[in-house]
């Protein structure tokens, strides 16, 4: 490889230069280079982190996928789960039973979806926290308690081991029972909720639904949690196959699917509107390269006295104009790295000390929202942009390597 012309390109740039335009211009083509770089890459970090999180709530709160039984069916809730013990990719099957009431507390009533569960270790994603403070994944749930979210908790001012009334309304089949049926219950547990998709969430052990409410003989839906989320509609149709008998099936992917998609349109949305403004911040660098060469004709001549060819010199000036994009590119590449792993920082910097700022009390998903560098991401938007800069240059070289040094030297 030859490194004459990047040498000389070296030599040229770190030449005295007394115009101060040119300088100038250069300096706001790097700075312009290293904002939409740090842009693509805030961006780009922003929309993984979102999905990171989104999975995280969405899989944690929905079961991945669910079996209904179809009326008059012979086999029972137990029997496909018999059956599904041991299946590839599911992880674990229970009855899905979802029932609406009414929490009452000092005055204050609030709607609650209460799911059934069996065993709590399948909602250690929610209890993250609660594990931690007293290893609650080993005590055993009883009829008459309840874990609802951190949002209720605040909204009806209770605190963890209050009894708390719900209301029931009963019902059998179509038709609704005249009584309302009012338990007591005990928070024993409270998960964080995250935006509306688990905030009105409450969870009770199955033996509840059996013993209080006469659901046993009722249930119809087993949902499935699977060791491969995103390959959920092929699990649960192997698991159909293998039992063979008339079901209705269904994924969390058939509602939330279109989630992920928008969210691949909006990072290629995003990646292209940017790379425009890195685009035109490339050909404030053409303008300096034509420039720059019409200043340096002289040097242009002695070269071509001293032997060098079009190839020399087309590389030469390449190199050149692709300094500035090269210098731009990784200081906005630093920059943004430094800040992905500082986040967490920078955010309790600035909630610390701009408290009552509107700005930041208006974050709608601040609590909802992750920065995750994807190195595939740099490498690509590293690439694409040393891409349109040597693009971008070409002209600028070529016209170089055109210039013709007898002319030149006449002036001289």
Not at 109 to 114: A, D, G, L, R, S
Not at 154 to 173: A, P
Not at 196 to 224: A, T, V, W
Request: proline share 2%; with cysteine.
């Amino acid at each position: 490889m030859n490194f004459l012309p990047f040498l000389i390109a070296n030599r040229l740039h770190l030449k005295k230069n007394k115009n101060y335009t040119i300088l100038l211009t250069s300096i706001l083509s790097k700075i312009g280079i290293s904002i939409s770089v740090f842009a693509l890459i805030m961006s780009f970090s922003a929309l993984n982190g979102f999905q990171i999180l989104l999975n995280k709530k969405i899989l944690s709160t929905l079961p991945h996928g669910i079996i209904q039984l179809p009326d008059k069916s012979f086999l029972t809730w137990r029997d496909v789960i018999r059956e599904l013990k041991f299946f590839p990719g599911v992880v674990h099957a229970e009855p899905y039973i979802v029932t609406n009431g009414l929490l009452v507390a000092k005055n204050k009533i609030k709607t609650i979806e209460i799911k059934s569960f069996t065993n709590i270790k399948y909602l250690k994603n929610i209890f993250s926290s609660s594990y931690k403070k007293n290893n609650s994944i080993k005590r055993q749930y009883h009829n008459h308690e309840i874990i609802i979210s951190s949002y209720l908790l605040r909204c009806l001012s209770m605190k963890k081991g209050d009894s708390i009334n719900v209301i029931f309304l009963s019902k059998k089949g179509n038709y609704l029972y005249s009584q309302i049926r009012n338990f007591s219950l005990k928070i024993v547990d409270v998960f964080k909720s995250n935006g509306r998709l688990d905030s009105n969430i409450g969870y009770m052990h199955i033996n509840f639904f059996k013993n209080f409410l006469q659901l046993d003989d009722n249930i119809n839906k087993i949902e499935l949690h699977m060791s491969d989320p995103f390959n959920a509609d092929q699990i649960i149709l192997n698991a159909a196959k293998k039992i063979n008998k008339p079901l209705l099936v269904y994924t969390w992917i058939n509602s939330y699917k279109y989630i992920y998609h928008n969210i691949k349109k909006i990072k290629i949305m995003v990646y292209l509107g940017l790379l425009l403004l890195v685009i035109i911040s490339c050909f404030s660098i053409i303008s300096i390269s034509l420039i720059t060469i019409s200043k340096k004709t002289r040097e242009i001549a002695i070269l071509r006295s001293m032997g060098a060819d079009d190839l020399i010199i087309q590389m030469t000036f390449l190199y050149y104009g692709l300094r500035s994009i090269i210098m731009g590119n990784f200081i906005g590449l630093l920059i943004s790295v430094v800040t992905i792993l500082n986040f967490e920082k920078i955010i309790i910097f600035l909630e610390k000390n701009f408290k009552n700022n509107i700005l930041l009390d208006n974050i709608y998903c601040k609590s909802f929202f992750l920065l995750k560098i994807n190195p595939l991401d740099i490498i690509v938007i590293f690439i694409s942009i040393i891409i349109i800069g040597i693009i971008t240059n070409v002209y600028p070289a070529y016209y170089a390597s055109k210039i013709n040094p007898s002319d030149v030297l006449k002036e001289y």
